[in-house]
């Protein structure tokens, strides 16, 4: 069997092309694997894997567990704000008590970017970043790529526009790492007060305006402002933003892209980052990449899984 380069997956920033081509075809094999009638596969038996989740999610939380599910794992769920980190319990004495009972693998959302990176150091299994701040979310990158991958062929050369609130957003790093090592051209679009300064030296292009952005682009990839990790005010009014920003089929039409690829993360503000008809749309692969998140994810856990046994 092919091996990944890393035991655990903290980011895509640390992983290789090969490592996201293996995740890949091992994907495909998966994807068949849930789209028969019986969706179980043994590859998992006797491995216990534990899903710690410090911040709210509804698809990546219910897609590992499907994906552990359908390898046959064990699965527990823990969630902080039922746990005794609420009585000062450090992560890290968390993860090594949630061990202790015969955990050979972990999940983890956390809200602070590099907990997983600490995490990593300090106890002895395989740790998956299901979201960390507005650091990475490489799940996510894997499965949005996977499914544009589906869409439109290799990814090389490839024009992808994420657009939105780019400075809170994990996915949005995530995918400018996966996309850039498989080849595609990525740019950002957003008030400059959502673009970190940063974002030009990683190779990305800068663009403020929608139409521009569009009229370059073969797919966009619109993000949900996030109002919950916004501090300060950095647009006048979520109508002014979406006037300025919200995807509609009257700009799709307007700048002619008729063969426009829409993706979103989820979830989504129905008529601010985009509305509710193009959501639906014949344009939108939403739906496709949900799907494919159990297929990656499975695919991650099970070649992490054969990193351990070989350690
Ligand atoms: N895309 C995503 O991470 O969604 P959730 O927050 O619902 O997991």
């Known amino acids: 069997m092919s091996k990944l380069s890393t035991k655990h997956l903290l980011g895509i920033k640390n992983i290789t092309p090969e490592d996201i081509q293996l995740i890949f075809q091992t994907a495909d ?9 019986i ?9 216990t894997i534990a899903n710690i989740f410090f911040e709210n999610s509804t698809r990546t939380k219910l897609s590992f567990e499907l994906a552990e599910k359908r390898l046959s794992a064990d699965v527990v769920n823990f969630s902080a704000s039922s746990s005794s980190v ?10 090594n008590n949630i061990l202790a009972m015969k955990v050979d693998m972990v999940v983890m959302r956390h809200p602070n970017p590099g907990a997983h990176v600490h995490l990593a150091r300090h ?63 990525v740019a950002v679009c957003g008030p400059a007060t959502l673009i970190p300064r940063h974002l030009a030296s990683l190779g ?7 139409k521009e952005a569009l009229r370059w682009a073969d797919v966009a990839n619109m993000l949900r402002i996030q109002l919950e990790r916004q501090d300060i005010e950095y647009f006048p009014s979520l109508r002014e933003y979406s006037m300025q920003y919200g995807l509609t089929r009257a700009l799709l039409e ?22 509710s008809d193009l959501a639906d749309s014949e344009y939108s692969i939403i739906l496709n990449q949900v799907e494919n998140g ?14 351990a046994k070989t350690a």
């Not at 969706?39 to 491995?47: A, E, G, I, N, T």
């Not at 996510?140 to 990814?155: F, I, N, P, T, V």
């Not at 400075?167 to 790093?173: E, F, G, I, K, N």
């Not at 990305?204 to 305006?209: E, F, G, N, S």
């Open 29 to 37: 094999n998966f994807k068949e694997v849930i789209n028969r009638p």
């Open 39 to 47: 969706k179980k596969v043994p590859s998992l038996r006797d491995v």
């Open 86 to 95: 609420k009585k000062g319990e450090t992560l890290v004495d968390t993860v």
């Open 123 to 185: 106890v002895d299994c395989s740790i998956v970043n299901a979201g960390d701040g507005a650091h990475e979310h490489p799940t996510q990158a894997l499965l949005d790529a996977y499914s544009l991958r589906e869409k439109l062929g290799e990814l090389k050369g490839k024009k992808v526009l994420i657009v939105g609130d780019i400075l809170h957003s994990r996915v949005a790093l995530s995918n400018i790492f996966c996309l850039q090592k498989l080849g595609a051209e």
């Open 204 to 210: 990305v292009k800068v663009l403020l305006d929608l």
């Open 254 to 275: 307007e700048v002619g892209k008729k063969d426009l690829v829409i993706m979103h993360p989820g979830p989504i503000n129905r008529g601010v980052e985009i509305t």
């Open 294 to 307: 159990v297929a990656i994810r499975m695919a991650v856990l099970y070649l992490l899984a054969g990193q």
